[in-house]
């Protein structure tokens, strides 16, 4: 079972290292090898946006092993500015459809899904902007999750 768990997470490293084009960041962070996401285990990310003239689209990104219980991933996400304001939003991840089937481009027993979460948005300042995602699932710790990525792409 390790060697087929090790043999899909190479692969997924592979699949997700292809930039498209007009990608201007895309980051993923582990969650715990022990495949569980505690909610206190905030996950940041450092994006710098040279460009505050252009509109963006952020995606969030979810790697999670068969078993996963859930049909959503609801998580909530902190923007702050080079200045320091911040900006909280919360959004909900389908990871399952309405079958219980899982969403996402699978490795053997690991899915991948990428969720658009906000189109065309806009930065108001150049600079470094941080973002902190954490779990909001109503149960602590989410079990069967590997990985919480972001993604922001030039508007199309």
Same mark, same amino acid.
């Not at 459809?97 to 699978?106: H, R």
């Given at each position: 079972m390790k060697n087929h768990l090790l043999a899909a997470l190479a692969l997924s490293f592979v699949l997700f290292s292809?930039?498209? %084009?007009g990608r201007v960041?895309?980051?993923h962070k582990e969650l715990s090898p022990e495949l569980e996401w505690l909610q206190k285990d905030k996950r940041e990310f450092q994006v710098p946006i040279e460009d505050a003239d252009t509109n963006y689209d952020l995606s969030l990104s =979810?790697?999670? #092993? &068969?078993? =996963? /219980? !859930?049909? &959503?991933?609801n998580v909530k996400v902190t923007e702050i500015s080079p200045s320091g304001s911040e +900006?909280?939003? %919360?959004?909900?991840? +389908?990871v399952r $459809?309405?079958?219980?089937?899982?969403?996402?481009? /699978?490795g053997l $027993?690991?899915? $991948?899904? %990428? !969720?658009?979460v906000d189109e065309n948005i806009s930065y $108001? %300042?150049?600079? &470094?902007y941080t973002y902190v995602i954490e779990h909001i699932m109503p149960q602590d710790p989410v079990n069967y999750a590997?990985?919480?990525?972001?993604?922001?792409?030039? #508007?199309?």
């Open positions: 292809c930039q498209p %084009e960041y895309s980051d =979810f790697r999670y #092993a &068969t078993g =996963f /219980p !859930h049909k &959503t991933l +900006q909280v939003k %919360e959004y909900k991840l +389908q $459809d309405d079958k219980g089937g899982y969403i996402g481009d /699978p $027993d690991i899915w $991948d899904s %990428e !969720h658009l $108001d %300042e150049k600079g &470094t590997m990985e919480i990525g972001l993604i922001i792409d030039k #508007a199309k």
